[in-house]
């Protein structure tokens, strides 16, 4: 999240080709539980993983409580491009509170986001943007956020395909969280995002319930007011989960090691290095934009979803690269 | 955890009396869930709540994603005199510790430490009670303070009951732990105590896997040491999961309001109004320590599981209190 926007990448592709996901049968009659994926090595790959984790009797067999699988959101479970989508709620939240703050109209980075200007944004850097997320993101309780957001995500829609953003996650994925809870795992959201800008909706969209989503935070305080407890957001950052914030926010909530972790970005590289460099069943995966036509394309220049290390490491450490226009059948879900 | 010792509770009582436990048959002709519980009005209060939250029909139906139930450790699921046992822990690890810190010898608090002398721990106050968890508590990695951890617990016995001290877990608490999951609850540990000392053991002693477990914790970081990923203690706080920082850390951890909460002393009061001070179903419980011939009597004096505060809110709430030694078949498991 904490990224200044860039103009190249907010450039808008027009061309919108969705392939319909059909449900397939395999050769052994058995339904097949990950249908978006084409008969490819990642899927191969993912399958072989499962079962020998979860199969009793693997020499790798791994005891259903320690199975657990951490899952990156912007860029690996629903879409990142042309910004985040907790930047685009930032800036409408700026817009939808300038009536009550007029100095924004001639302060930076609030003039920038009023006006649309994401070279002036650009320019605010990562500083700009703090200020930004504190001025919209904090100053209300737990529960009046959680109202903003589920508003504004039940209302907004994405500007190149029209949609709501929820229905902008990845069909692929979705099957496989289900897939893998279906043989054990308990799956968890680590983002680099706001913890509490997923809760309202990761249960309903990812069937991952908010005690398992991990991400970054501010600071909040307890107080008794009028005699009614509150939760009060404060505009101090607490905790930043990415990188090597990443493994700790896992330790923090989770307390063990995962065995499995899907990344896209090098905001994955530390995630992915804590959970497979390990003995035993281990999975990593990377998803790596290819396809500019069916969604975006974009690695080691893209400054949301910077993907350079982490690809390289890929390479090094096995870790399984799904490459998007040629892996997934499907991008997102067909209602 | 960080309050500083006190003398008078550190009293060891002689008398040791533990009643036997046995399963009883209900008049329904059902196998009773709590058969440690004497049929008192708490027992009674715990079943009409469990009853009317996870009842399909009842009014006050709560669905099974939101039975969130939280307990406090010390003094709500375990015994927590004459000292916290992570205090006692502490001490022995100072004094392990020693030989590799000869300074120790003559400097505060960890001389008096050394030398068992209370009056001077005491003495140090909460600032010496944070040297000495600094010093046993950080500078090793996750993995080796997990280690140091599972060796004592399992070595170590209290010094009154002889015991691990994890048989001096109370068996009416695990009933109703596992009475609550039966009915669909999920059960989490809210503790002051540390978050890293309690993981360890939580699953096989109270069935609470170590992301279900809440705590004080401090600081790690993330570092690749010749290949091998590493989490690193580092001799900072990062969180007091204590009094405010209850209803702050649920949120963290849990991202919704519980709607039934377990505590015995001032520590766990906001976590109280947090959970029970809503609409629906609500539940607030607190163990009040009156039984000194089986186990401890104390409260509103007590340093350790001081209950002063919170037994006042608890008779203006309406939480029911639990008074050992009327309400309690058996305090311990009986192996």
Same mark, same amino acid.
């Given at each position: 999240m904490f990224v200044p926007p860039d103009l190249k990448t907010a450039a808008l592709a027009i061309a919108v080709s969705l392939s319909a996901a059909l449900p397939t049968t395999g050769a052994s009659g058995q339904s097949d539980p990950l249908p978006s994926w084409n008969d490819t090595a990642p899927k191969a790959a993912i399958v072989e993983f499962v079962e020998k984790a979860s199969k %009793? !009797? $693997?020499?790798d067999f791994v005891p259903e409580p320690e199975r657990i699988a951490v899952f990156d959101n912007d860029g690996t479970l629903w879409i990142e491009h042309p910004m985040y989508v907790q930047l685009a709620f930032a800036l409408d939240r700026v817009k939808a509170e300038a009536p009550n703050h @007029?100095? /924004?109209?001639?302060?930076q980075p609030f003039q920038a986001a009023l006006e649309g200007d994401m070279k002036a944004l650009a320019a605010a850097g990562e500083k700009g943007l703090m200020e930004l997320i504190m001025a919209t993101h904090a100053g209300m309780t737990v529960t009046q956020f959680q109202e903003v957001v589920t508003d504004w995500i039940a209302t907004e829609r994405d500007p190149r395909f029209k949609k709501p953003y929820t229905e902008l996650v990845y069909q692929p994925m979705l099957e496989l969280l289900a897939y893998l809870r279906a043989n054990g795992f308990k799956t968890f959201i680590v983002s680099g995002g706001g913890i509490e800008f997923m809760r309202p909706w990761s249960e309903k969209?990812? !069937? #991952? @319930? @908010?005690?398992q989503v991990v991400g970054s935070s501010i600071k909040t305080t307890f107080e008794m007011k009028d005699g009614a407890p509150t939760l009060f957001r404060l @505009?101090?950052?607490?905790?930043i989960d990415d990188k090597t914030g990443k493994p700790v926010g896992i330790q923090q909530h989770i307390g063990r090691k995962p065995i499995a972790a899907f990344g896209n970005s090098d905001g994955d590289l530390e995630m992915l290095q804590w959970t497979t460099l390990a003995d035993g069943a281990r999975f990593g995966l990377i998803v790596h934009h290819t396809d500019a036509e069916r969604e975006y394309a974009y690695d080691? %220049? $893209?400054?949301? !979803?910077?993907?350079d290390k982490a690809l390289d490491a890929a390479a090094i450490n096995k870790w399984t690269v799904v490459d998007m226009k040629n892996d /997934?059948?499907? #991008?997102f879900p067909e209602h």
């Open positions: %009793k !009797g $693997s020499p @007029p100095e /924004w109209a001639t302060t969209v990812y !069937g #991952i @319930p @908010p005690e @505009p101090q950052v607490n905790f080691r %220049k $893209s400054q949301f !979803g910077h993907l /997934w059948k499907t #991008i």
